[in-house]
C-alpha cells in the first residue's frame, strides 16, 4: 500500500489550496483516510479525516475553512483549504488507516504548504 500526495505551494493569506492524496494497492473497505500537518517546531497535528462510511472529523482550527472529501473509484482524498491563514503553514502528511479490528497506518513523503502573511 502506498500513499502520494500532490498539491501543496506557496499562497497568500486568504487565498485556497487543494491538496490531494492518492492510494495504491490493498484497501480495505473499512478504512479512513485523512490529513495531518506538522509545523517547524511543532508536533505532527490531525487537520481532517474521514472514513469509508463518510463520518468526518476535523481540528477546532481548521473547521469551517477546511473540507475533506473522497472518492473511493479512485481511492484519493482531498482537502480543500480555503481562507488560509499564516498558521496555516506547515508540511501535511496524509494518511491511511487500513482496515478496522487490526488497522494499519500508511504516511504520505508530505506536501509543503506555505501561506505568506
Known amino acids: 500500500v502506498q500513499v502520494v500526495e500532490s498539491g501543496g505551494g506557496l499562497v497568500q493569506t486568504g487565498g485556497s489550496l487543494r491538496l490531494s492524496c492518492a492510494a495504491s494497492?490493498?484497501?480495505?473497505?473499512?478504512?479512513?483516510m485523512g490529513w495531518y500537518r506538522q509545523a517547524p517546531g511543532k508536533q505532527r497535528e490531525l487537520v481532517a479525516t474521514m472514513s469509508s462510511i463518510g463520518v468526518t472529523n476535523y481540528a477546532d482550527s481548521v473547521k469551517g475553512r477546511f473540507t475533506i472529501s473522497r472518492d473511493d473509484a479512485k481511492k484519493t482524498v482531498y482537502l480543500q483549504m480555503n481562507s488560509l491563514e499564516p498558521e496555516d503553514t506547515a508540511v501535511y502528511y496524509c494518511n491511511l488507516r487500513n482496515g478496522h479490528l487490526i488497522p494499519r497506518d500508511y504516511w504520505g513523503q508530505g506536501t509543503q504548504v506555505t501561506v505568506s502573511s
Open positions: 494497492g490493498s484497501i480495505f473497505d473499512f478504512n479512513v
